[in-house]
């Protein structure tokens, strides 16, 4: 369907989706197949990117196909699925100890920009962030206790985040999702999740210093030092005023993202109960840390 020769390719990655690096006579691309349930929110993702690239903000350009279309169709064992093909970024993933403000500026310029959209974005809002995972655990017959704490705990949350400003949120804003190439550009990738929320879930993910699986008390003076270092950068670029409300939704979002990220590891790779408690624990402990630090 390209306009050039491929001689190799090579999985990268094996997990929401399928990520492959692919060698080809005009240099290498990379090569993102998605899961079939995935096909809306892979085609809003193409057009959030060229929208991004027509406004000169670094992210890796999509190849089109002869024929001018931004991704092809592949019929796979589970269905039919859309793959996009992307610029290969030669680049290193950025240090959040060291690259912390200009990825907090370049965040910034993100939501500005994106706050023009012209597009359509999905709204993520209670029901994609915390019932998902709650439908989940009462399908497998989670335990009666602890799903009722998760219930509970996840009502609260949301109370209190969706005080909030509501607005464009990639939607996994990490470190893992981008490079940083030798001219010292930052380039960001991966806008699967990208939706109208809350952009203060995307300052909360790119802050967390916690340890998604064990639980260490030490991780909220990480996760706080780094916030203090974002906000200022950020601001610089995103001059909107941040309220204590959403402060205390940026650490209400870090556990808001177990419930998100346990759903769809369930939904794409199956579950382990054992594991399931583990992330019980791990939130209950950061609701009964919140109490005591936020003074909630």
């Given at each position: ?5 491929v001689?190799?390719m090579?999985?990268?990655r094996?997990w929401?989706?399928?990520v ?7 240099g290498p691309?990379?090569l ?14 193409t057009?959030?990117?060229q929208?991004?690239?027509?406004q000169?903000?670094?992210?890796p ?5 002869s ?14 699925s859309v793959?996009i093909l992307?610029?290969?970024?030669q680049?290193e993933?950025?240090?959040?100890e060291t ?5 907090a500026?370049?965040?910034g310029i993100?939501h500005?920009l994106m706050?023009t959209?012209p597009?359509m974005?999905d709204?993520h809002?209670k029901e994609?962030?915390?019932d998902r995972?709650i439908t989940?655990?009462?399908?497998i017959?989670?335990p009666?206790n602890k799903?009722?704490?998760l219930?509970h705990?996840g ?8 005080q ?13 999702n981008m490079?940083m190439d030798?001219?010292?550009?930052c380039w960001?990738f991966?806008f ?8 203060a879930?995307d ?7 916690t340890?998604?699986f064990q639980?260490h008390?030490e ?9 203090g270092l974002?906000?200022p950068s950020y601001?610089?670029?995103?001059p909107v005023a941040i309220e204590?409300?959403?402060?205390q939704?940026?650490?209400?979002f ?5 419930f998100?990220i346990?759903?769809t ?7 382990s109960l ?7 624990s791990?939130l209950?402990?950061w ?5 005591q630090?936020?003074?909630l």
């Amino acid at each position: 369907a390209y306009p050039t020769r491929v001689f190799s390719m090579r999985t990268h990655r094996d997990w929401i989706g399928h990520v492959y690096f692919v060698e080809s006579t005009d240099g290498p691309y990379v090569l993102k197949l998605y899961r079939p349930f995935h096909t809306k929110q892979a085609l809003h993702s193409t057009h959030i990117i060229q929208y991004l690239t027509a406004q000169g903000y670094p992210v890796p350009p999509i190849v089109c196909t002869s024929s001018g279309e931004s991704n092809i169709e592949v019929d796979m064992p589970d269905g039919r699925s859309v793959a996009i093909l992307y610029q290969y970024i030669q680049g290193e993933e950025p240090d959040p100890e060291t690259d912390l403000k200009q990825i907090a500026e370049q965040t910034g310029i993100l939501h500005r920009l994106m706050a023009t959209y012209p597009g359509m974005l999905d709204r993520h809002g209670k029901e994609y962030y915390i019932d998902r995972y709650i439908t989940l655990l009462s399908r497998i017959g989670f335990p009666d206790n602890k799903l009722s704490d998760l219930t509970h705990y996840g009502d609260e949350l949301w109370d209190r985040f969706d005080q909030s400003a509501w607005g464009f949120c990639h939607g996994d804003l990490h470190c893992g999702n981008m490079l940083m190439d030798n001219g010292g550009n930052c380039w960001l990738f991966d806008f699967d999740a990208a939706c109208r929320s809350h952009p203060a879930a995307d300052i909360s993910t790119m802050i967390d210093s916690t340890d998604y699986f064990q639980f260490h008390p030490e991780d909220f003076e990480k996760t706080t030092r780094r916030l203090g270092l974002f906000l200022p950068s950020y601001q610089k670029t995103c001059p909107v005023a941040i309220e204590d409300h959403d402060i205390q939704s940026i650490y209400d979002f870090i556990a808001i993202r177990h419930f998100d990220i346990q759903a769809t590891i369930s939904e794409c790779q199956g579950y382990s109960l054992h594991h399931l408690e583990n992330q019980h624990s791990w939130l209950m402990r950061w609701r009964d840390l919140c109490e005591q630090r936020l003074k909630l």
